[in-house]
């Protein structure tokens, strides 16, 4: 108490010594050695505009010097009603809806919600769509790990590894605007069907592709797995064990990097997963690295399933054949009467599904993504819930960050791999 | 695929719990039971941790309110069994002329934190027993109600230029939860004004 803390450093040169260079006075505090520092935490605030939360979440962070005492998250600064506004809208109008949320990969998200309103309606879609929408799910998981893994490298300062990332993510994107017309918002899929085929040639175009992608796979392994740096910044951070992953309700490579093996794909199959051959990594020890190692795993096995169902994309419609549900095509809608009774009553009154309701599940990229549709009856769902996997993930970022340095705290909201857009909704 | 094989933890929690267990009903393959909302918190209890059972993992917590004002609010909780891969579907049916109160399930899962502050900001049920239950989607001051809730219009209750006002009329604190800034009073780092503003929070009063 009392006296005043100064800190009264000593810059001056007082002078020169025999051989005519200055005196260098070591730069020190005056008087007693051990300065009397403040001892008080201090609350900062991080975001809702900083490059670090990966898009607009907002952190109030208390700090003991650099260590993290307590994480307060705040989120809905992109909440956008989605909810609200899927029980104005068809069902098919819902899914560039889906486009928005993880807009990092939104063709799954689109098969998710055509799978949901399918099983609310009872509808079977065809062989070859069921194949495509691997190819759709498979894409986007490889798509969002780049993402994940370019931006939590730039976080930790690693340049190079963003650049690759980026540049392969490009090249997904060009397959999907041949694919959809868009490269982000893609509204791949309808209720019974896709928007569209894939064009001729595609599929050899996505052959050259998985032919080179596993090779940037093996540069970025060489840039990060064993790099010092790399080591230091993710091993023994942000650890959480797998009870507590369960607890929190994590999914996806946040709940299978503490060692949960639990898939979707191999647990609750659909789309015909359980006749792929793949292998689901599973992590140790909970921490960054982990999440890491398990999510460049999931990219190869991606690549893997890929081939497989190009191996197998048999043939056939890409719709099922019921016009109650799936829109006539336009030359026919514009000559055949009928048709364009089934076009019109389509657009104006939607689909109506069966009292009910149904809860699909994916795995997602970043967990399980479920959509949760209640019908009254009508061609407009009573509720459409999204199940967001990156909000419940978040949920454990105050468990995970406490204790870190603040530096730690950046690399560990970065392994979380959110999506703001998904979060708030 | 429809009622082919009844879910067997539907039997289970008819003998168990016996007239607790309102109705149990299939919809598109998935189990629904619906439970009394008095001993919701004892029968997800029991279906998290009785060997048999044992739904270690909670999927999602919601609400759903019909268009049909006469029916109950039902909050719904998704269940998942990681050892033995069974899916079940609880839920609890709060009457609308009732205050729309049920337990809160934070201390079985963890997960309930986060999921039951969106259901409370979303359709204002209240969660008894919650650690933490403050809006979480939308800032604490909103004043517009809940906007998951059918009465509520798909544009908000205020107009555009009343939005606007509130917005800009916002003072700093209102950033902040009251937890932060009694951080911030105890490191004395609060201005004069804005304590003088804390006295009359309307958040006081709420808690």
Known sequence: MGEKRTLELALATPGVDASGRPV??????????????????????????????????????????????????????????????????????????????????????????????EKLMGVRITPRCTVLRVIACELSRVMSHLVWAGTTAIDLGAFTVFLWTWQEREKIYDLLEEWSGARLTTSLTRVGGMMADVPDGWTGRLRTFLAKFPGVLDEVDTMLTRNGIWLGRTQDVGFISAADAISYGLSGPMLRASGVAHDLRKDRPYLDYETYDFEVPVGEHGDVYDRYLVRMEEMRQATRILEQALDRLPDGPI???????????????????????????????????????????????????????????????????????????????????????????????????????EIDR | MNGATPHPSAASLQSQFGSAIRRTLVSCGDTIVVVARERSHEILRWLQETPGETYDYLVDVTAVEYRDRERPLEVVYQLWSLSRRVFLRVKIELPKDQPLEVDSVADLWRAADWLEREVFDMFGVTFRGHPDLRRILMWETYAEGYPLRKDFPLRGRFSRAEQVRQALAIEPESNYSLEELSIARAQGALPADMRERLEKDPRRRVR
């Open chain 1, 319 to 421: 719709n099922v054949d019921d016009p109650h549900v799936i829109l006539p095509a336009k030359h026919r809608a514009m000559s055949d009467m009928e048709a364009m009774i089934y076009h019109f009553k389509q657009i104006m009154e939607g689909v109506p599904a069966p009292v009910g309701e149904a809860y699909v599940g994916i795995e997602n990229p970043k967990g399980e993504l479920g959509y949760y549709f209640v019908s009254d009856g009508s061609a407009k769902p009573v509720r459409w819930r999204i199940r967001p996997p990156s909000f419940i993930n978040l949920a454990a970022l105050p468990l995970m960050a406490e204790g870190h340095l603040l530096s730690d705290l950046i690399a560990i909201n970065a392994s979380v791999d959110i999506v703001m857009g």
């Open chain 1, 24 to 117: 260098r006075v070591p730069l020190g505090v005056a008087g007693d050695a051990e300065p009397e520092l403040s001892t008080e935490n201090m609350l900062i605030n991080i975001g809702p505009q900083h490059p670090a939360t990966h898009g607009v979440l907002r952190l109030v962070v208390e700090l003991d010097g650099e260590v993290v005492v307590r994480v307060i998250p705040h989120l809905g600064y992109l909440h956008s009603g989605f909810e609200k506004l899927g029980e104005y809208r068809h069902y098919n109008q819902i899914i560039p809806l889906t486009d928005r949320t993880d807009y990092l990969s939104a063709p799954a998200n689109n098969v998710c919600l055509a799978m949901a309103a």
